[in-house]
């Protein structure tokens, strides 16, 4: 069984080895462990302390191109390079090095193929009243959206099988986060989550520079992931509002008419009308929109075949060569 640890790593030369040095060396269940850094962009010396330290592992971009991008890079890396398990973690030290192994004992046991390290957010100190309540407020939607029960669904604190990781898709191009457990709960993955402690803070984060804009941000995607993986459902709701109150202003005009006022009443059958059309254009983007959500499962699994047969004839090979 091998375990590979991977960070997403923008300028983090400060705060990159204490991170490496938190995380363990050995663990139960694990044959061997591999870490690999993602080197988004860096202009510090991020790949010389890594390398230094003994970092089996870079990917590397010359330009920073975000956390999304770079967590799926750092996917395919360690899948290229054999892991059974993949471990995310952050640069800054944010999450106790000793809980991976809590954090990968569900997937050791067979009971799950994604776990999320749930931090004890009321009680961390450096956490803002306000950024608490819209943690907890964010979590909640992402449940809503994914039909799970992760509460801490930001955490970048989580472990994948081999399996899982082949599977996951982020197509947009702000965090990972919140989008692959939306798409883990609605393509039924075994997901679950775990407690997990957080160390002191020793940078201030980087993937937003306010709250508002952070949230902003995170219910755009998870509503465009809901979107991708429920279209119809959230079209459907999307048109019940201007369907209803065109049949209400329809019904206003009718009622109106059979008491021999309808001649000035005209303009809310003119308005119902348009209202119940807009609805019913609405409710067929839905049904247009379903129909593509089909065509995306089929490409999905096409890539999950594809790059289970490239992952596994690059596995093939490393034996090859070991053996001779």
């Given at each position: 069984?091998?375990?590979?640890?991977?960070?997403?790593?923008?300028?983090?030369?400060?705060?990159?080895?204490?991170?490496?040095?938190?995380?363990?060396?050995?663990?139960?269940?694990?044959?061997?462990i591999e870490y690999l850094i993602i080197n988004?962009?860096?202009?510090?010396?991020?790949?010389?302390?890594?390398?230094?330290?003994?970092?089996?592992?870079?990917?590397?971009?010359?330009?920073?191109?975000?956390?999304?991008?770079?967590?799926?890079?750092?996917?395919?890396?360690?899948?290229?390079?054999?892991?059974?398990?993949?471990?995310?973690?952050?640069?800054?030290?944010?999450?106790?090095?000793?809980?991976?192994?809590?954090?990968?004992?569900?997937?050791?046991?067979?009971?799950?193929?994604?776990?999320?390290?749930?931090?004890?957010?009321?009680?961390?100190?450096?956490?803002?009243?306000?950024?608490?309540?819209?943690?907890?407020?964010?979590?909640?939607?992402?449940?809503?959206?994914?039909?799970?029960?992760?509460?801490?669904?930001?955490?970048?604190?989580?472990?994948?099988?081999?399996?899982?990781?082949?599977?996951?898709?982020?197509?947009?191009?702000?965090?990972?986060?919140?989008?692959?457990?939306?798409?883990?709960?609605?393509?039924?993955?075994?997901?679950?989550?775990?407690?997990?402690?957080?160390?002191?803070?020793?940078?201030?984060?980087?993937?937003?520079?306010?709250?508002?804009?952070?949230?902003?941000?995170?219910?755009?995607?998870?509503?465009?992931?809901?979107?991708?993986?429920?279209?119809?459902?959230?079209?459907?709701?999307?048109?019940?509002?201007?369907?209803l109150l065109g049949i209400g202003y329809a019904?206003?005009?009718?009622?109106?008419?059979?008491?021999?006022?309808?001649?000035?009443?005209?303009?809310?059958?003119?308005?119902?009308?348009?209202?119940?059309?807009?609805?019913?254009?609405?409710?067929?983007?839905?049904?247009?929109?379903?129909?593509?959500?089909?065509?995306?499962?089929?490409?999905?699994?096409?890539?999950?075949?594809?790059?289970?047969?490239?992952?596994?004839?690059?596995?093939?090979?490393?034996?090859?060569?070991?053996?001779?």
């Amino acid at each position: 069984m091998k375990l590979i640890i991977q960070i997403p790593c923008y300028n983090e030369a400060e705060t990159l080895e204490i991170a490496l040095n938190d995380l363990p060396k050995k663990l139960d269940g694990v044959d061997k462990i591999e870490y690999l850094i993602i080197n988004d962009g860096s202009q510090d010396a991020t790949v010389e302390v890594a390398r230094n330290w003994g970092v089996q592992h870079v990917v590397n971009f010359k330009q920073n191109k975000g956390l999304a991008k770079g967590f799926m890079a750092g996917l395919d890396g360690c899948l290229r390079n054999g892991a059974d398990i993949i471990v995310n973690t952050d640069a800054d030290n944010q999450y106790c090095g000793e809980d991976i192994q809590k954090l990968i004992q569900p997937i050791l046991d067979g009971k799950a193929d994604m776990v999320i390290g749930a931090r004890p957010i009321d009680e961390t100190e450096h956490f803002s009243f306000i950024k608490k309540k819209l943690q907890h407020l964010g979590s909640w939607a992402v449940r809503k959206a994914s039909n799970t029960d992760i509460p801490d669904a930001p955490s970048g604190f989580r472990a994948f099988s081999r399996e899982a990781a082949m599977h996951i898709n982020v197509v947009n191009d702000y965090t990972y986060t919140l989008e692959t457990i939306v798409q883990a709960g609605r393509e039924r993955m075994a997901i679950t989550s775990v407690p997990i402690r957080t160390n002191g803070e020793l940078r201030p984060s980087r993937l937003f520079h306010s709250i508002w804009g952070y949230v902003k941000k995170s219910m755009l995607t998870i509503l465009r992931a809901y979107m991708m993986y429920k279209p119809l459902k959230c079209f459907t709701y999307l048109a019940s509002l201007p369907t209803l109150l065109g049949i209400g202003y329809a019904i206003r005009f009718l009622i109106y008419y059979i008491m021999g006022n309808g001649s000035g009443h005209v303009q809310s059958l003119i308005l119902g009308c348009t209202l119940i059309i807009i609805g019913f254009l609405t409710f067929m983007i839905g049904l247009v929109a379903d129909v593509i959500a089909a065509n995306r499962k089929i490409l999905q699994d096409t890539q999950y075949h594809t790059r289970r047969a490239e992952y596994e004839a690059i596995l093939q090979e490393t034996c090859d060569g070991i053996g001779r």
